[in-house]
Each structure stands twice: as structure tokens, then as C-alpha cells.
């Protein structure tokens, strides 16, 4: 193998090849991923089947029909009918306390409703249309890399999740956001603010809609784990590629990680870097980070490998 070197264009060609291995990897945390859309899927059905059952003993569909064929007769007068999709349940077989939460609470079916933690509202949109994302060019994952970092707000950040915004359609509330939102939306009585309408239900009705809220949530954190997991690793390998004097080296880890890189495909121009990283040590490194859940030791290791490489040199 002749001795090209590497430059930026190959360097990024092949971190990029190395990124779609690792995103399309069976790892456990991507299995947990998966499993966890199916879950959302069916918990999303058996929640609004039962707000359903809820919302609607509340307001009978034929008191709705009246009063919409009332607003048909009378116009804006008798305009107290709407869609909507967040309901202010409270659990009727429980005295109030203090503390309204402990009996009361919004449960939201809408794609950017409200997620606790370090997650953001459009989170779990983000989550759970990553593939359509992804395949117009937008980073799905540029929540998590920033977070990752600590980053403050900067430019690219807020440029991506703009275009976030715009195809899920929390903007303006259209497309996505307004299909997602026809499909979990029941006939209500009474126009204002959501809570100024409470909707009583029983323990085991609100109890079950509390379980719908930790499934959304339990979601997206499957997404943060695995792509978290993806951006440390892919940290490591970027510097590591940036420190390889030659392709072979970049091929070398390449092969380590069971990624088949064929070196007559990689433009060849000269690049100039200091080696510090060997391949094998390196692909180990992450394979054994990508197979447990505590990263620290491994980290711990990495780091001192890489000072004791920069001291020899």
C-alpha cells in the first residue's frame, strides 16, 4: 500500500463513513432505540383511546353536535366547540391537596408538547422523525452533539434548528405538526385556555395517562443514549484522523472496526499531522466503550494513552 497522505477532504470522507458504521451498528443502545418507537407508537394509541373515553364522557358527542348545529343557526354566538389536542385531567377519586399536580395535569398529544429534564419540546418530533431528518440533510442529532459539548447557543445551532422548526412544522403549525395534531384531536366544549376547562377522570384513567407522559419521555432518552454514545466515539475518531499522517493509518482503524475501506476510492492529496493515535488501540478503545454503559475508565485510559503518545514525540 503506497504511503498517501492524508488531507482534509479524505479525512472527512472517511469520518463520515466511519459515522453511518456506527449508526447503522446493532448495539444494544440502537436496539433500545428502536424498541422504544415501537413502544411509542402503541402507547400514543392506548392513551388517546382512553383520553377518548375521557373526553368524551365529559362532553357527549351529542351535546357537541347540538351545540355545533347551534353554531351553524346562530354563528360566532354559539362558537363554543374545538378541536384540541392537551387536556387538563383531574383525578376525581383523590382530595385536592396543595400540591395541584399530585391530582391534576395537562397530558399533551401534540408532537412538540412539553418534556421534562434536559430535553426541549421539539425533542421528541426530533426523535421520532430522525430517519425523514436525516434524509434531507438536516442534523437530527445537533441538540445532543451541543449538550454534549456544553456549548452555549451559537449560530450553527440555532441555523439547524430553525430548519428543525420549519420541516416539522412547529413554525407555523403546518405540515407535520398539523397532521400529527389531526390525528390526536377531540371535540371539546369551551374555547379558552385548556385548563380553565378540568376534565375529571378516575385514578386508574389518570394514573395510565401519567404512564403515557414517562413513555414520550422514556423515547427521547432512548435517541440521547444512542446517539451520545455515537457522538464520543466519533469525537475520538475525528481526532485521532487528525492526527494520522496516512491513509493507511485511517484504513488500518478502518479495519479494526469491521468498516472495509478501499483505498483506490479515497481522493489522495498531501496532508501534514502529527501521529499520535495507532489504530488498533484506538478501534479497541471504542469497541469496548461502545459495549458498556460507564465510559470513565475508558476515558480515563484514552486520555493517558494520548498524553503518554504526545510526550514520546
Request: hydrophobic content about 35%; aromatic content about 10%.
Amino acid at each position: 500500500m503506497t504511503k498517501a497522505r492524508l488531507n482534509t477532504d479524505v479525512r472527512k470522507k472517511i469520518g463520515g463513513l466511519i459515522l453511518s458504521h456506527f449508526e447503522n451498528e446493532k448495539t444494544t443502545e440502537l436496539e433500545n432505540f428502536i424498541s422504544a418507537k415501537e413502544d411509542i407508537d402503541v402507547a400514543y394509541n392506548r392513551a388517546f383511546k382512553l383520553a377518548t373515553t375521557i373526553v368524551q364522557r365529559a362532553y357527549p358527542k351529542t351535546d357537541v353536535a347540538t351545540l355545533q348545529t347551534f353554531k351553524k343557526k346562530y354563528g360566532d354566538a354559539c362558537d363554543v366547540v374545538a378541536k384540541d389536542s392537551c387536556f387538563y385531567l383531574a383525578n376525581t377519586e383523590i382530595k385536592k391537596s396543595d400540591d395541584d399536580d399530585d391530582v391534576a395535569e395537562h397530558f399533551n398529544f401534540k408532537l412538540d408538547a412539553s418534556l421534562n429534564g434536559r430535553f426541549e419540546d421539539m425533542d421528541f418530533g426530533i426523535a421520532y422523525y430522525r430517519d425523514e431528518l436525516k434524509a434531507v440533510g438536516i442534523n437530527p442529532e445537533i441538540n445532543i452533539q451541543q449538550k454534549a459539548q456544553d456549548n452555549s447557543t451559537n449560530p450553527h445551532w440555532t441555523q439547524e434548528k430553525d430548519k428543525i422548526r420549519k420541516f416539522l412544522g412547529f413554525q407555523n403549525e403546518d405540515g407535520i405538526s398539523k397532521d400529527w395534531k389531526s390525528k390526536f384531536s377531540l371535540d371539546v366544549i369551551g374555547t379558552s385556555y385548556c385548563r380553565s376547562r378540568t376534565i375529571p377522570c378516575f385514578n386508574s384513567e389518570f394514573n395510565e395517562m401519567k404512564m403515557f407522559k414517562l413513555a414520550r419521555e422514556s423515547f427521547v432518552n432512548s435517541h440521547y443514549t444512542w446517539a451520545e454514545h455515537i457522538f464520543k466515539d466519533m469525537r475520538d475518531i475525528n481526532n485521532a484522523l487528525k492526527d494520522y499522517k496516512y491513509v493507511k493509518d485511517a484504513i488500518d482503524l478502518c479495519g479494526a472496526l469491521g468498516l472495509n475501506v478501499n483505498e483506490n476510492e479515497l481522493q489522495r492529496t498531501a496532508g501534514v499531522s502529527l501521529t499520535i493515535y495507532q489504530p488498533e488501540n484506538l478501534a479497541n478503545l471504542i469497541k469496548s466503550r461502545r459495549a458498556k454503559q460507564d465510559n470513565k475508565d475508558v476515558i480515563a485510559q484514552f486520555r493517558k494513552a494520548r498524553q503518554s503518545a504526545v510526550a514520546l514525540n
